[in-house]
């Protein structure tokens, strides 16, 4: 017996739509039309690319200016003579998104107004107490904060936060983070007094979609890859990014490279993360220490302690970042095959050492992709360098409004 047609897609709605939903729906038409016009769009050019009466167009215009959703613009002439026209654009005062973000080094806090521009944008290093949850969370909550108050004299201000951390998480709970030493943390409990509703996301995917808003593409489809203590891929098809069933996508640490390979923290042998984690890359030189919790915590960087010895051509540091970028070359090679990426970013500490491991990931991408010796796979740092998943995590704050910009002109009524 075969199984009934399922069909998918929208269901018609229930019940005739309201006067009040329809007015909301057109607001959000007129509005996504001035975001996606990248200029100073006129009345009339709304009225003829939506096919809403100039009235309507009229009010609607009214209510995003008084909510200060857009600002007036003057629009070129395309040089004939006359009085300047007036063009409607995103407002840069108004609703703001905040990002905080872990890193291996610190602690950084950002924020973007409703165009994506980056307005604000601080660093820490990590606090001194080491990584005790309670420590670097209250310190992410002052620099937040302090985020917050500096960007209200720019009439700014911040709807909600997204904090990027080195780890699956489970709603607001931090599953795993190795690099902090982190198991089921619920970070939202300890960014209560930020003062604004706080998300948590994994920062391989909140860079992933930083790098998709920085780059010229909407639409691209492309795999962003962390290095750091940990690594974590964000896997961006069609402009959209894919999380997983359970959010839990992009592991890519813990594929397996070898299957009788060195014994992995997650239980597992021969992953990436025993060859390509900065951990790792440490532990293969002479000398080093892999114990690189201890070196962060007298303030010494594990990038700069391998990019220093690469930069002297060390033999044992060029060797292991050789290996590493073997290693990460061969993972990646499993990923394009299945996913069907043409770009792959380096980011993290993989940015930093990028000139050292772009080759042997190239070679092993060439030789694995299939599809490599017609189409060849773009291999290269990221743009947004370090700062993509704080970039990335203030956007998707802001990104809200972006969707849904009824959402904010109700708290303004
Ligand atoms: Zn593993």
Redesign the pocket.
């Known amino acids: 017996m075969t199984a009934a047609f399922r069909q998918n897609g929208p269901r018609p709605p229930d019940s005739a739509v309201r006067q009040e939903d329809l007015r909301d729906l057109n607001l959000e038409v007129v509005f996504q039309r001035i975001l996606g016009a990248g200029s100073p769009i006129s009345r009339t050019e709304l009225a003829t690319a939506t096919g809403l009466t100039r009235p309507t167009i009229t009010r609607i215009a009214e209510e995003l200016l008084a909510g200060r959703l857009i600002t007036e613009k003057g629009v070129p002439h395309n040089g004939r003579a006359g009085r300047p026209r007036v063009g409607l654009t995103l407002s840069d005062r108004g609703p703001a998104g905040l990002g905080l973000d872990i890193r291996a080094d610190g602690l950084a806090a950002c924020v973007v107004d409703l165009t994506g521009t980056v307005r604000h944008l601080t660093f820490a290093p990590m606090p001194y107490t080491g990584r005790d949850a309670g420590a670097v969370l209250g310190e992410l909550t002052r620099m937040g904060r302090e985020a917050i108050e500096a960007v209200m004299i720019k009439e700014l201000t911040v709807v909600t936060a997204t904090l990027a951390v080195p780890g699956p998480v489970d709603g607001e709970v931090v599953r795993v983070a190795p690099a902090l030493g982190w198991r089921d943390v619920d970070a939202g409990t300890f960014l209560a007094d930020l003062g604004v509703p706080c998300a948590v996301d994994n920062e391989a995917n909140l860079a992933a979609l930083g790098e998709l808003y920085a780059g010229d593409d909407p639409l691209g489809s492309f795999l962003y890859v962390s290095g750091g203590l940990g690594i974590g891929a964000g896997i961006v098809l069609d402009g959209t990014l894919m999380r997983g069933a359970r959010g839990w996508s992009g592991e890519l ?2 594929v397996t490279v070898e299957s009788e390979g060195a014994a ?3 239980g ?1 042998r021969g ?1 990436l ?1 025993t060859y390509a984690s900065t951990g790792a890359i440490l532990g293969a030189l002479p000398g080093a220490t892999n114990r690189t919790d201890a070196l962060e915590f007298v303030g010494i960087n594990p990038d700069s302690v391998i990019t220093t010895r690469a930069e002297a051509a060390d033999p044992a540091a060029l060797a292991a970042l050789d290996r590493a970028g073997s290693a990460l070359g061969i993972a990646l090679s499993g990923a394009v095959n299945v996913l069907d990426v043409g770009t792959v970013l380096l980011g993290g500490s993989f940015a930093l050492l990028s000139s050292w491991l772009v080759d042997s990931v190239r070679a092993e991408i060439d030789r694995r992709v299939v599809t490599a010796s017609w189409s060849p796979v773009t291999v290269r740092p990221t743009l947004l360098g370090p700062d993509a998943a704080v970039i990335g995590a203030a956007l998707t704050s802001i990104d809200q409004i972006r969707r849904r910009p009824t959402t904010w002109l109700a708290r303004q009524s």
């Open positions: 640490g813990h992995c923290a997650c597992s992953c993360a």
